[in-house]
């Protein structure tokens, strides 16, 4: 398969990076810096792709970030929410229409190149917050996307009935350096442990029973104490 895989440097796209690299799959992987707060997880990326020998380049949408919306991954005036995805502050992490606009980016340039699919690392805990990781969403996406050009592309999301932790099982598995991904919605010196991806990173490793080797922010919460609050939401 040739596949361009969108790719944030984070936990669940890394996996995926070298889940179809370890498959022998011909991948070309895009970044897109759509103004969010920080570039760490891009700098992640660019360094796993030099890692594999991996073709990488960065869309930079950053002009758009003004048509966004007050949100607190554009939006430097909204603060990122500490807690669980579950909570309703999460809500303020939605970038309006971001899967759309990065997947029609990589449609593009998939086209271009001939490849196959559109690669995307989607998986069942997505969609709590965020309604543009709905099935029903990448479906009808997938149904566009084969109609964009003559040569057919479709949109391909092999952890799409995956949970995190079975994401950071599979990447235990492939070897993936998980201490040079990056999470954190802030962008700091390391990991800030309570934002909402910190919280789901830290507890897909416990789950997965998995050696997290991120550092966090000495102010961080225990894993004992978000598994705690976690089922106290559920």
């Known amino acids: 398969m040739n596949a361009v895989l969108i790719y944030s440097g984070g936990l669940d796209s890394t996996v995926l990076l070298h889940h179809l690299h370890q498959a022998g799959n011909e991948l070309a992987a ?11 997880e891009i700098e992640c990326a660019r360094q796993q792709c030099a890692r594999l020998g991996i073709e990488h380049r960065v869309a930079d949408l950053r002009s758009l970030a003004p048509l966004l919306g007050a949100n607190s991954l554009t939006d430097s005036a909204v603060d990122v929410p500490q807690g669980h995805y579950t909570e309703e502050t999460m809500k303020a992490t939605v970038v ?6 990065m997947l029609s980016v990589a449609t593009g340039w998939a086209i271009s190149r001939k490849s196959d699919c559109v690669a995307y690392a989607a998986h069942s805990g997505d969609h709590a917050i965020y309604p543009d990781c709905r099935r029903e969403f990448a479906e009808a996406l997938d149904a566009a996307i084969r109609l964009a050009d003559w040569h057919e592309v479709h949109l391909y999301r092999p952890f799409v009935d995956w949970t995190k932790a079975d994401i950071a099982k599979r990447g235990e598995e492939l070897g993936v350096p ?13 990991h800030c442990g309570q934002c909402g991806t910190c ?7 416990y789950l997965a029973e998995v050696d997290d080797p991120t550092p966090y922010a000495m102010e961080a919460p225990t894993v004992d104490q978000l598994v705690a609050q976690f089922w106290r939401l559920s």
């Open 30 to 40: 895009l970044s897109v810096n759509y103004g969010q707060r920080h570039s760490r």
């Open 96 to 101: 309006p229409n971001r899967n759309m606009i």
């Open 178 to 190: 998980f201490a040079e991904t990056w999470s954190c919605y802030q962008g700091g010196e390391v």
């Open 199 to 205: 919280i789901e990173r830290r507890e897909a490793f």
